[in-house]
């Protein structure tokens, strides 16, 4: 691993611990869960237990298991991870039995078992800012594969007139009344792109004020993430050995095309 890979870990594991208690809130209404029912229905059409690489808080871990999904999550970032745990403790038995979680980084660790399916939800390979981690991620995910399984993931769609016309201005992306606290919580966000580099420094800052309009906290956090071209994906899943057998643009799966937002790919070990 290059030193500057981890750096970027360390200020990852930083970056999710400042916005795991936010994380869920933050992402209640996500592609008003698109994302959870198109992983849900490839999870419910396999027999067998799922691997969710990057799981975090369970945002799509924990819908599919109370739905019936035999479910393993890794994650790294033990925050994000203890959020999901108190909402397993809140989980009926067969729900909570129906989950294994393992820390540890996506790239290296072992869950001990192989998996029809494996996928990773909600821009996971974005962390990867070098090609030997990229590499070492895929790696890990096909070693995990058993014979005839299949790997789903998700990336952005980079909007190219962003990067040329970023502001870099702060934003209010998130803002919510707490029903049980009457607190108040916006969160700015702002992007500073690289496009030299295909990278920007996603900045956030969560202000929150009680009932009366006084700011009682006040929290930051800022990483950098790497964005991807069709093109180096599918050359990046040949070399370690995949063959791509779906492309699609949206998670209603229209194609992957002009005017895609997203990217969904589904890999196969090449035969
Ligand atoms: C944007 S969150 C997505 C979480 C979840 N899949 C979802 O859709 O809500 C990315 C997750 O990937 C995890 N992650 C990033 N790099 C990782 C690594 N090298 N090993 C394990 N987990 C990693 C982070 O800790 C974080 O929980």
């Known amino acids: 691993m290059s030193d500057e890979q981890s750096r970027a870990d360390l200020e990852l594991d930083s970056f999710y611990r400042l916005i795991a208690p936010y994380y869920d809130a933050?992402?209640?209404d996500?592609?008003?869960?698109a994302d959870i029912r198109f992983y849900q229905r490839l999870a419910e059409a396999q027999a067998g237990p799922v691997l969710e690489m990057g799981c975090g808080t369970g945002r799509v871990l924990l819908p599919l298991a109370?739905?019936?999904v035999e479910m393993h999550g890794m994650d790294a970032s033990l925050a994000m991870l203890?959020?999901?745990?108190d909402k397993l403790r809140a989980e009926p038995a067969e729900v909570r039995n129906r989950v294994v979680l393992t820390q540890g980084d996506i790239r290296s660790t072992s869950a001990g078992r192989q998996f029809l399916l494996i996928f990773a939800a909600g821009n996971v390979l974005h962390s990867f800012l070098e090609r030997p981690d990229q590499?070492?991620?895929l790696a890990n995910v096909r070693r995990h594969l058993e014979a005839g399984g299949a790997f789903w993931f998700d990336v952005f769609q980079m909007d190219y007139r962003r990067l040329l016309s970023s502001p870099d201005e702060w934003i209010v992306d998130t803002d919510r009344k707490e029903a049980a606290s009457g607190h108040h919580v916006r969160r700015f966000s702002r992007c500073r792109h690289e496009p030299?580099?295909?990278?920007?420094?996603?900045?956030?800052?969560?202000v929150t004020e009680d009932a009366a309009g006084k700011i009682i906290t006040e929290n930051s956090a800022?990483?950098?993430?790497?964005?991807?071209?069709?093109?180096?994906?599918e050359n990046l899943l040949e070399l370690e050995g995949f063959q791509v057998t779906d492309y699609l643009g949206?998670?209603?799966a229209d194609p992957f095309g002009k005017g895609s937002t997203e990217q969904i790919i589904r890999a196969v070990p090449r035969q």
């Open 26 to 28: 933050d992402y209640a």
């Open 30 to 33: 996500y592609l008003n869960g």
């Open 66 to 68: 109370r739905a019936g």
């Open 82 to 85: 203890e959020q999901l745990y």
């Open 135 to 137: 590499r070492a991620w």
């Open 196 to 206: 030299e580099w295909q990278r920007f420094r996603v900045e956030m800052r969560w």
């Open 222 to 233: 800022s990483v950098m993430q790497r964005w991807f071209t069709r093109g180096e994906l």
């Open 250 to 252: 949206s998670f209603a």
